[in-house]
T-cell receptor, first 114, second 116 residues
Framework: DGGITQSPKYLFRKEGQNVTLSCEQN?????MYWYRQDPGQGLRLIYY???????QKGDIAEGYSVSREKKESFPLTVTSAQKNPTAFYLC?????????????FGQGTRLTVV | AQTVTQSQPEMSVQEAETVTLSCTYD???????LFWYKQPPSRQMILVIR??????QNATENRFSVNFQKAAKSFSLKISDSQLGDTAMYFC?????????????FGKGTSLLVTP
């Protein structure tokens, strides 16, 4: 089945440690996105990528890093510089822009930093 | 970032009734795309309906329809014959093509409760 997979579903880390969230898609989509969701804040864009080896900062990129070495994969690293990393993280992909801009979402990763 | 505003944090509607969720956005662009997404308690994001800005006709998908007012930058969602399964967070989203590709920006959401 085609889809977008985020892993793990729940992640716990100690304060000060970097952590990487996985996002893989087999939809052959060019574009991929990372969002952070906090109560009352909606979805805020962290990073997005339209093609391999290229990515752009979103609205809240500070304290995060990404890579796009393969079309299928767009991992997000939450670094120790992120002041409040505990949140629900959603990854999405889309075929690109224009008429085919429907974004498909993974099931999310709940990150808790203690 | 493009601003998407959903002014109703919470709403409730009785089963079988009609409810309208509001969304406004701010842009100077002429070509863009608008979406409504639903997030049920499972937290899986599901596309409800989409609208291309260059199309004057309002989009419809079964019980879901939009009222797109381009000049007013308004994009409301109407849910007819509400069902208990419609209980969810609803997010309005905006996408335009920029120099760095397409970025999809969301509002803060409206929590909709459908009651028996």
């Amino acid at each position: 089945d085609g889809g977008i997979t985020q892993s793990p579903k729940y992640l716990f880390r100690k304060e000060g440690q970097n952590v990487t969230l996985s996002c893989e898609q087999n939809l052959n989509h060019d574009a991929m996105y990372w969002y952070r969701q906090d109560p009352g804040q909606g979805l805020r864009l962290i990073y997005y990528s339209q093609i391999v080896n290229d990515f752009q900062k979103g609205d809240i990129a500070e304290g995060y890093s990404v890579s796009r070495e393969k079309k299928e994969s767009f991992p997000l690293t939450v670094t120790s510089a992120q002041k409040n990393p505990t949140a629900f993280y959603l990854c999405a992909s889309s075929r690109g822009g224009g008429m085919n801009t429907e974004a498909f979402f993974g099931q999310g990763t709940r990150l808790t930093v203690v | 970032a493009q601003t998407v505003t959903q002014s109703q944090p919470e709403m409730s509607v009785q089963e079988a009734e009609t409810v309208t969720l509001s969304c406004t956005y701010d842009t100077s662009e002429n070509n863009y795309y608008l979406f409504w997404y639903k997030q049920p308690p499972s937290r899986q994001m599901i596309l409800v309906i989409r609208q291309e800005a260059y199309k004057q006709q309002n989009a419809t998908e079964n019980r879901f329809s939009v009222n797109f007012q381009k000049a007013a930058k308004s994009f409301s969602l109407k849910i007819s014959d509400s069902q208990l399964g419609d209980t969810a967070m609803y997010f309005c989203a905006f996408m335009k093509h920029g120099t760095s590709g397409y970025a999809l920006n969301f509002g803060k959401g409206t929590s909709l409760l459908v009651t028996p």
